[in-house]
């Protein structure tokens, strides 16, 4: 398919791999009929296509339209399918009737194209009202399955009304499967003592959610925790016996911790009967023959009670053998296991063992990742997706320009190397602090990259498209977020890791400073050895903490250069919100409440800076909190995020999230330097 240059004055996305317009228009008329033919009419039994395209005209055009079968050759609007045409393509023609007005032929080589069809058409109408441009486009996807991965377990567990609108998004950007990352968020039986106080979701929930996917053409595929990523159950009194490392079960909750240890013991039988038992209770849930085991990240293998046997016969031995069982498992009861593959890809003997028992979905989030490792997996003739990631994790606002490059150099490997799909992973460690509508460029570029194999037409058009389509501006918007998520000086990780290297970051009671010496090692991991020395090495908790804000003195005490630019996308982003009409608002507040909160963070780790002696760079032109009003403008912003979030959330582990906001209120508030 050879594209048209001007495509990108017209925003779709994905954008089309062939599309032609004159640049011309075509008026829709005010009263008309949305026709089906014969087997569309079959493919849509439902009527639900129509009632699409009726419900946008209706929004965003002010026409009033009927849907109709049978004699549809004076409809407007017509719907059919052509099984010649490929799987997953359509054929969308735009253009004048005898009359003047719009004629729209949308033509699907099965269910699903003509279904993709139908969503770039309400795009063009989302975008352009009534008078949409006269365009022929003939498309089809790159990668078979683009699918998108939600954390619902590190912190935020979305109510069913946000999920739902996600699968909206989702599918009117042709995505067509999602996964739910739980560890320990479902009602599992026997496992209360873990989900409790986590808005976990019950049967009920994953019974209406994936009805509602199937209407839209997502398939809803179950993942759940079966070998690492045990944190919560591990600490059960029922399952703490279970772990690598059971003496550590009692140790205070740790945001970091939970993404260290937390691996089943595979020599001990009940472990593969708890993963059963999971699988059991999960898996009938679904319309998906699928199921997503995850085991990635299994850290303390082999280095706790199964060290003697990783000994003899080696880690990815044993890795394996665990995982073999349970794929196993799996087949016997007709569904397809999918893993993670960060394990595999680091062990040839698990690699060679797991080829062929599961869909390796092969992460890597790096901005410069290459295709080793794709072209590694692809080799052993395993099947696979590629798995990019939005690059929202740990952060208020999301690194664009990060998950631009991770996403299109991912797709382009999937592409190459034959890929099943591509599966954009939308992470909240330490959390999910960010509001979920900050997922939203990342899902973009998903879209684009994985329909297109790769990113096709270019960043900078995408971000118009994505600013004209999803927040109705001209643009600016993806460029203010940009601009404003480069303003970090202090973020939400440092936060976390400079608290958390007292094990009782979260204790109100008072309590004697206890330096964390498995939080001090991961952030040595993170940061290298500073100008003061390892973390691991201080001797108590304040050294820790002043070694740790050593190593990033310069970016820190940047706050007064970075506040006044933070000024200055507030302004652009305030002008574009008075653009801004109906559910779009929603966007602007967003991104000014995370401004807000950016603002507040940097100035935390100003005062932080001083109090440990570390000195701050002179600020000129903004004026400079005292340590009171920067403690106060913490708190501020923190309930206004936590009334944000119980708009879009359930309660879930907010808590863990204020938790972190009022330990550093406090922190700054001891620092007391004079401003």
Avoid at 132 to 146: K, M, Q, S, Y
Avoid at 395 to 402: F, H, K, N, S, Y
Avoid at 505 to 534: E, I, M, Q, T
Wanted: net charge negative; with cysteine.
């Amino acid at each position: 398919m050879t594209p048209v240059t001007n495509r990108a004055d017209i925003p779709l996305i994905p954008m089309p791999r062939l599309l032609h317009a004159d640049g011309s228009i075509a008026v829709l008329a005010a009263i008309g009929c949305i026709g089906e033919g014969a087997a569309a009419a079959v493919c849509d039994a439902s009527g639900r296509l129509m009632r699409l395209i009726r419900r946008d005209l209706e929004a965003c055009a002010g026409l009033r339209w009927r849907a109709g079968r049978g004699d549809v050759g004076e409809c407007a609007i017509r719907l059919d399918v052509d099984a010649a045409m490929a799987t997953q393509s359509y054929r969308l023609d735009v253009g004048r009737r005898a009359d003047g007005s719009a004629s729209v032929v949308i033509v699907g080589g099965d269910a699903d194209g003509l279904r993709y069809g139908v969503q770039t058409f309400r795009q063009l109408v989302r975008h352009s009202g009534p008078a949409v441009p006269v365009v022929h486009i003939e498309d089809a996807p790159v990668l078979p399955v683009r699918g998108y991965y939600l954390d619902v377990t590190r912190g935020r567990m979305p109510t069913l009304a946000s999920l739902k609108a996600l699968v909206d998004t989702l599918e009117l950007h042709k995505y067509n499967q999602l996964q739910l990352y739980v560890e320990h968020t479902f009602r599992f039986d026997g496992l209360g003592q873990a989900w409790r106080g986590t808005g976990a979701l019950d049967a009920d929930d994953i019974l209406e959610l994936d009805e509602y996917c199937a209407k839209a053409g997502i398939e809803l595929v179950p993942s759940v925790s079966t070998f690492g990523h045990q944190y919560m159950a591990l600490r059960t009194d029922r399952y703490a016996g279970l772990g690598e490392f059971p003496e550590q079960a009692g140790r205070p909750f740790s945001l970091i911790e939970r993404m260290e240890h937390h691996t089943l013991n595979p020599l001990m039988d009940e472990s593969l009967a708890l993963a059963k038992r999971l699988i059991d209770q999960y898996a009938p849930l679904f319309r998906s023959r699928r199921f997503n085991i995850c085991a990635d990240e299994t850290f303390d293998l082999g280095k706790g009670r199964s060290a003697a046997q990783a000994g003899a016969v080696g880690v990815g031995t044993l890795y394996a053998g665990y995982l073999t069982e349970l794929c196993s498992y799996l087949e016997e009861r007709g569904l397809q296991p999918m893993m993670w593959a960060d394990i595999a890809v680091g062990h040839p003997q698990a690699l060679e063992r797991l080829r062929d028992k599961a869909v390796l979905l092969n992460w890597q989030y790096e901005p410069d990742v290459d295709e080793s490792r794709t072209a590694l997996v692809a080799s052993t003739g395993a099947a696979q997706y590629v798995c990019p990631a939005v690059h929202c994790w740990n952060a208020l606002l999301p690194r664009i320009d990060t998950a631009w490059d991770n996403i299109s150099r991912m797709a382009a490997y999937g592409a190459a190397h034959r890929a099943e799909g591509i599966l954009v992973t939308d992470w909240g460690d330490y959390g999910h602090v960010n509001d979920p509508v900050m997922s939203l460029p990342g899902l973009c570029y998903g879209a684009q990259c994985g329909w297109n194999g790769g990113g096709g037409c270019g960043q900078t058009a995408v971000d118009r498209a994505i600013d004209r389509l999803e927040y109705g501006v001209e643009g600016g918007f993806v460029d203010a977020l940009r601009r404003a998520s480069a303003c970090t000086t202090f973020g939400w990780d440092d936060a976390v890791r400079y608290l958390e290297l007292d094990m009782h970051a979260y204790d109100h009671a008072d309590h004697r400073p206890v330096l964390n010496g498995d939080v001090a090692a991961f952030c040595d991991v993170c940061v290298g050895s500073g100008p003061a020395g390892r973390v691991a090495d201080a001797a108590d908790v304040r050294q820790a903490r002043g070694r740790l804000l050593a190593a990033f003195a310069a970016r820190i005490g940047d706050a007064g250069a970075r506040d006044a630019e933070l000024m200055s996308v507030r302004g652009r982003l305030g002008r574009l919100l008075g653009g801004m009409r109906g559910d779009r608002v929603r966007f602007g507040g967003s991104a000014m409440l995370a401004i807000e909160g950016v603002a507040a963070m940097n100035w935390a780790g100003w005062h932080l800076l001083c109090m440990h002696g570390i000195g701050c760079a002179e600020v000129r032109g903004v004026r400079v909190p005292s340590a009171e009003e920067a403690a106060c403008r913490l708190e501020e912003w923190a309930e206004a995020m936590a009334d944000a979030w119980r708009e879009s959330s359930r309660e879930s582990e907010l808590r863990h999230v204020t938790d972190v906001a009022w330990a550093l209120a406090d922190e700054v508030r001891r620092s007391q330097v004079p401003a």
